[in-house]
T-cell receptor, first 110, second 114 residues
């Protein structure tokens, strides 16, 4: 049973805001939510992590629902460089490694 | 400058041969990992090491053997190579294994077994 569910793909034009949702209905109280992205021929890159409420950094913002079953990664003003596969990961133990699903492929058009 | 160096970037090997994938990290991290990504498949966690000790092994085959000669090194030896081993292998590292840990990935070694 998958721990997270994301839309397979999304499209946007440069300058638009992109919101990528992630469902994690069975999230445990000890688990945190992480977002990574991967561009072709590169390893994944950390974007943001959170436990509850709202988190923001210089790259993105993360909104987590009150019951923590849904999170939304928000990318403001996307550019062509933001085209990537975005992964939502839920875990509480890095020793077991990160479990990557199929992610959401975000395409950005000029 | 890349902080996680993986060598080589590309590798072609003959079925049945043995290869070693090199990984060095210069982030001062205590934990290192190996992941594999086959064509059109999700990234797959293989091994985790902490302070040069194996913490978790999710690889069923003993043909894959991590080797840590130094704290900042975690090489991956693959023996009796098969075409199904063709994939991009990513090395990663992190400072601590806690919820606030960010995991950094290298650029990968693309292995093709013919």
């Amino acid at each position: 049973l998958a721990k997270t569910t994301q839309p397979p793909s999304m499209e946007a034009y440069e300058g638009q805001e992109v919101n990528v949702s992630c469902s994690h209905t069975n999230i445990a109280t000890s688990e945190y939510i992480y977002w990574y992205r991967q561009v072709p021929h590169q390893g994944p890159q950390f974007i943001i992590q959170g436990y509850k409420d709202y988190v923001v950094n210089e790259v993105a913002s993360l909104f987590i629902s009150a019951d923590r079953k849904l999170s939304t990664l928000s990318l403001p003003w996307v550019s062509l460089r933001d085209a990537a596969v975005y992964y939502c990961i839920v875990t509480d133990n890095y020793a077991q490694g990160l479990t990557f699903g199929l992610g959401t492929r975000v395409s950005v058009f000029p | 400058d890349p902080k996680i160096i993986q060598k080589p970037k590309y590798l072609v090997a003959v079925t049945g041969s043995e290869k070693i994938l090199i990984c060095e990290q210069y982030l001062g991290h205590n934990a290192m990992y190996w992941y594999r990504q086959s064509a059109k498949k999700p990234l797959e966690f293989m091994f985790s090491y902490s302070y040069q000790k194996l913490m978790d092994n999710q690889t069923a085959s003993s043909r894959f053997q991590p080797q840590s000669s130094k704290k900042n090194h975690l090489d991956l030896q693959i023996t009796a190579l098969k075409p199904d081993d063709s994939a991009t292998y990513f090395c990663a590292s992190s400072q601590e294994r806690t919820p606030n840990t960010e995991v950094f990935f290298g650029k990968g070694t693309r292995l093709t077994v013919v």
